[in-house]
């Protein structure tokens, strides 16, 4: 079965840190740009985070920028986003996206849409409380 399973939301304090994971199944992550992306209720989608296939190189929204960081480890077919320091504000479901068009995925990051892009995975909660 093709699919993006995301893990690792849940519940956490103001300050706090999680890891979110990106798991592929059925097709190798490594040929794929990885974008994360976030809903809150009632809130448009928001581009946070994404990781180009070719050269690894990454993007990240100014709402994030230097608390999340990026990665993917090509041997587990994975893609992980390392939360620091999570705000109230930051709680939302987590989605990640792959797409083979790394330029295709980056511009809906950036723009802040979900674009159509090949796999998207079901999401994950993260609630960011005291």
């Known amino acids: 079965q093709v699919q993006l399973v995301e893990s690792g939301g849940g519940l956490v304090q103001p300050g706090g840190s999680l890891r979110l994971s990106c798991a592929a199944s059925?097709?190798?992550?490594?040929?794929?740009?990885i974008g994360w992306f976030r809903q809150a209720p009632g809130k448009e989608r928001e581009g946070v985070a994404c990781?180009?296939?070719?050269?690894?190189?990454?993007y990240y929204a100014d709402s994030v920028m230097g608390r999340f960081t990026i990665s993917r480890d090509n041997a587990k077919n994975t893609v992980y986003l390392q939360m620091n320091s999570l705000k109230p504000e930051d709680t939302a479901v987590y989605y990640c996206?792959?797409?083979?068009?790394?330029?295709?995925?980056?511009?809906?990051?950036?723009?802040?849409?979900?674009?159509?892009?090949?796999?998207w995975g079901q999401g994950t909660q993260v609630t960011v409380s005291s």
């Open positions: 996206a792959a797409d083979d068009n790394p330029s295709y995925l980056r511009a809906g990051v950036a723009a802040h849409a979900g674009y159509e892009y090949d796999y």
């Open positions: 059925g097709f190798t992550l490594d040929d794929y740009a």
């Open positions: 990781i180009d296939s070719s050269d690894d190189s990454l």
